[in-house]
């Protein structure tokens, strides 16, 4: 039995000057995690603050910028908390780390607009970024009868999103032409079959 009660509070504030608007948000929260198992109970309390600052820069009627930036914990689900094996397929057996965590992260977000959606010619650019300070991911042993995963914590892990689409409406056709770009890399880590820690890089373009 895995029971947690979050008592939280969370608050928002925008402030405008003229063209600029800071828009900040705040959450507290106070964790009560409990787990019953093998006629054994643990309990943990972490309280953790998650913040973000965002700025909204109108520069003129056709140019915007927005972007933000904040921090995010998160707090482990049940199964990356039960410490013995369950049966998740057939002959895969996958566990949790056995111990409470909380997963830190931090996101950069940037957005630049040109035009509005009822102009002839709109465009729109987004980058964000993420960081992982710490990710679940597995320690797996992989045999020809049986597949087991245990769930392991490791530091650091990145992911970067680039998409851009502009937009223009031809009288002749009344109809708009768009194009549409995008990029992510991303990496994840893991251990498979007692080797040292894999690091495997995805890159995706898509127009």
Known sequence: TYSVNDLYAKGKYQY???????????SVHQLFNSID???????QQPFFVNPSLGVDWKINKNNRI????????????????????VLTGF?????????????DASALFFNYQLGNWSDRFFANTTFAYT??????????????NFTQSET????DRELFTAN??????????????KLKLGYTQSE?????????LREVNSINYNY
């Open 91 to 103: 002959r895969n057996f996958s566990s949790g780390a056995g111990d409470f965590n909380q997963l």
């Open 66 to 85: 927005r972007t933000s930036y904040g921090q995010n914990r998160t707090n482990a689900e049940v199964l990356n908390v039960y410490d013995n094996f």
């Open 164 to 177: 851009t689409s502009l937009d223009y409406f031809f009288k002749k056709l009344e109809s708009n032409v």
């Open 152 to 155: 392991i914590v490791i530091k």
């Open 131 to 144: 960081k992982n300070h710490d990710f679940f991911s597995t320690n797996s042993q992989i045999s020809q």
């Open 16 to 26: 405008n000057l003229k063209t600029i608007t800071l828009i900040g948000n705040l």
């Open 188 to 196: 994840f880590k893991n251990i498979v079959n007692d080797s040292e």
């Open 37 to 43: 198992q093998n006629n054994q109970n643990t309990t």
